[in-house]
């Protein structure tokens, strides 16, 4: 086999999706231990690092997005709402909608149902399903519904 250098560019992006989704396996992963949630922890943050040296704003939301996942699902709610505060942030200053707005809606009513916000989660739960109706593929949107789903039966 014939040894190949990667670019710069192309190493920060493999290991950007190897993270995102070595970090994707961990959530759906029924019984984590302690060391597994860590792991889950510095793989997503390793993944937007990466995208962040060669990606493009949607990639810095949906790492960011995945952050807050992360961080929901530790019980670390703090930090949850920080980081789906900052992927909704990405996502209003880039224009971006459809799939991804839809999904920091998301990360923001799981955030908030964290924090025991009944309020907040209600609220970001609407939002995020009156965006999922600019979800044009009709795939995408079912995905986003059953994850939005989730949001209130994470107890």
Sequence with gaps: MKDQTLSVHDWHKKQAVHNF??????????????????????????SRFHWGEIGTPVEF????????????????????????????EICTDNQIGGFDLAFAYEALARAYYACNNRRKCNYYFEKAKEAADHIEKMEDRDYFLSELDSVNSQD
């Design 21 to 46: 989704n070595a970090t994707w396996d961990l959530i759906e992963k029924n019984e984590r231990t302690t060391a597994d949630d860590l792991l889950m922890i510095h793989t997503a943050h390793a």
């Design 61 to 88: 939301a949906r790492g960011e997005w995945q952050i807050s996942r992360v961080y929901a699902l530790t019980g670390m709610a703090e930090s949850a709402v920080y980081h789906a505060k900052h992927c909704l």
